[in-house]
């Protein structure tokens, strides 16, 4: 039952009008958008996960496994030959990318210049 005399069950309340003494509550709570430092802590998250896998990976292949290259010959572990062939693609990966940006860069400004030319 309502203490509301003159409502029925069934019936809505009547809205209420705005009280300026309420104006320092919050209003409804928008959306979280997300942002750049969400994004770095999501790809901390996933980095210490890949990391872990790792780790586990190298732990479990340790045996001692060898290699030749161009004339060289060692012996390493076979997790850690694996992870130094990562790391070794990762880092052809980004000189590779890193002069790629360099050309376009050089292409961008040379086009920047044409255009100022004119």
């Given at each position: 039952?309502?203490?509301?005399?003159?409502?029925?069950?069934?019936?809505?309340?009547?809205?209420v009008?705005?009280?300026?003494?309420?104006?320092?509550?919050?209003?409804?709570?928008?959306?979280v958008?997300?942002?750049?430092?969400?994004?770095?802590?999501?790809?901390?998250?996933?980095?210490?996960?890949i990391?872990?896998?790792?780790?586990?990976?190298?732990?479990?292949?340790?045996?001692?496994?060898p290699?030749?290259?161009?004339?060289?010959h060692?012996?390493?572990?076979?997790?850690?030959?694996?992870?130094?062939?990562?790391?070794?693609?990762?880092?052809?990966?980004?000189?590779?990318?890193?002069?790629?940006?360099f050309?376009?860069?050089?292409?961008?400004?040379?086009n920047?210049?044409?255009?100022?030319?004119?």
């Amino acid at each position: 039952m309502s203490n509301e005399p003159g409502l029925s069950q069934g019936e809505p309340l009547p809205p209420v009008a705005a009280d300026p003494g309420n104006a320092h509550l919050p209003g409804p709570a928008s959306e979280v958008k997300f942002t750049r430092a969400a994004a770095l802590w999501t790809s901390l998250i996933i980095g210490f996960l890949i990391l872990i896998v790792l780790m586990v990976f190298i732990t479990q292949n340790t045996a001692s496994t060898p290699f030749t290259f161009l004339g060289w010959h060692w012996d390493l572990p076979l997790g850690v030959a694996i992870l130094l062939a990562a790391v070794c693609g990762g880092l052809i990966t980004a000189l590779v990318s890193a002069a790629r940006m360099f050309q376009l860069r050089r292409a961008a400004k040379k086009n920047l210049e044409a255009a100022r030319g004119r």
